[in-house]
């Protein structure tokens, strides 16, 4: 691990005026991802800002009736609300379902959605990499990628994103809260906040330098049943295969997407329109444009299989 220099923040525009006035900073909470990175020195920030002293670790109805989640609201503490367990029940399933029960004790709301890739290329650092080092190359292409994306990739990479949370969030239309050094904030949509890889696959969401996420706010509830389904090579500790979330109302109407399969939480607005006409149709939406490889290419029955039987499932 390299030397860097450390500093506590003491309010968010300060946290993020910290930021722009060191641009090899990053921001830690949990720190259950990037110490890690630190340690291997994929990830060298010259400068650590902590963020667990902000006042953002609270869970909040909203005016519209929806809930407010601060960023550093503990994985454990979001899962076991008896709001979200009640309301928001695909979102608390997919927690459950990540990692261990001691790191969703630390690990957090902002940190799940911005932890990084984990493809076994991205973690050599005697490999190529094209999200470590911009321009070497993918070495995944053409190497081990059974755990790797099918949708959305590119030439340049074909990495998965390994959070549960954010497919849940993805299907549950959530926003992203956040603050900039000048004091301004702004509001995205979880469907807008993860980039595809595309030419500069090290760029992985929308955020500005120094931008810092408060708070992550789920609308309203919708009702109906809600599945979160995770397919991996471990019945524990182990990132996704391929997931599946699914919102189901009792009309056949309702809401599904995948992880597992992209470089983001992955939803088709058609396949969700395409729900009342069975699982065969959503799936065809969802896996429209797929470029497997021949390591990974079993996800593509793997993904109808389990879109079928999620929404085989009885509702209530």
Known sequence: ?????????????????????HPESRFIAGGTNLLDLMKLQIETPAHLIDVNG????????????GLRIGALVRNTDLAADSRVRKDYGVLSRALLAGASGQLRNRATTAGNLLQRTRCPYFYDTNQPCNKRMPGSGCSAIGGSSRSLGLLGVSEACIATHPSDMAVAMR???????????????????????????GNTPHVETVLE???????????????????????????????????????VQPDGRGRVALG????????????????????????????????????????????????????????G
Do not use: C
Request: charged fraction near 20%.
């Open 1 to 21: 691990m390299k030397l860097f220099s450390y500093q506590r923040a003491s309010t968010t525009v300060e946290a993020a005026t910290l930021a722009a006035r």
């Open 209 to 247: 330098p120094a931008e810092l996420i408060t708070a992550v706010t789920l609308p309203k509830p919708v009702g109906g049943t809600q599945i979160y389904y995770k397919v991996r090579d471990r019945a524990s500790y182990a990132f996704a295969l391929l997931a599946v979330a699914a919102i």
């Open 260 to 315: 597992g399969v992209a470089s983001k939480p992955w939803r088709v607005e058609a396949a969700d329109a395409s729900l009342p006409r069975g699982a065969g149709a959503v799936a065809e939406q969802l896996l429209a444009g797929a470029k497997p490889t021949e390591e990974n290419a079993f996800k593509l029955p793997l993904a109808m299989r389990t879109i079928a039987a999620v929404l085989a499932q009885p509702r």
């Open 171 to 197: 299907v549950l239309d959530a926003s992203v809260n956040t603050v900039r050094p000048d004091g301004r904030t702004r509001t995205i949509p979880i469907a807008d906040l993860h980039r595809l890889p």
């Open 54 to 65: 902000l006042p953002l670790d609270k869970i909040e109805p909203t005016p519209d009736g």
